[in-house]
Nanobody, 119 residues
Framework: QVQLVESGGGSVQAGGSLRLSCAAS?????MAWFRQAPGGEREGVAR???????KYGDSVKGRFTIAKDNARPTLHLQMDSLKPEDSAMYYC????????????????WGQGTQVTVSS
């Protein structure tokens, strides 16, 4: 298990930016950001594997950037050009099994941080 604590959520107007952070107790194979809007399924946003390979969900490509701080185990998500449809609870997750979008492979989850984008 990996302990994960998110921070950085908040409210912003459309077109604005937010930066989410996830403090991890250690790095493992795959670190990712998911999001879930009310009534919706948990959706993969961005992921980063232990080799530095990044993948993004189609809806956020070109707007979001995932990165890690090697000096301390912290994962960041820079979110630019935010849209109202980006509003959701954002979760940091870690997987030691595989690096993909399958929620079931992620055994460690943070408590979530809320992002609200107004039009």
């Amino acid at each position: 298990q990996v302990q994960l604590v998110e921070s950085g959520g908040g409210s912003v107007q459309a077109g604005g930016s937010l930066r989410l952070s996830c403090a991890a107790s250690r790095w493992i194979l795959c670190m990712a950001w998911f999001r879930q809007a009310p009534g919706g399924e948990r959706e993969g946003v961005a992921r980063l594997d232990i080799n530095g390979v990044t993948k993004y969900g189609d809806s956020v490509k070109g707007r979001f950037t995932i990165a890690k701080d090697n000096a301390r185990p912290t994962l960041h998500l820079q979110m630019d050009s935010l849209k109202p449809e980006d509003s959701a609870m954002y979760y940091c997750a870690a997987s030691g099994l595989r690096c993909n979008w399958y929620v079931g492979d992620y055994r460690s989850w943070g408590q979530g941080t809320q992002v609200t984008v107004s039009s």
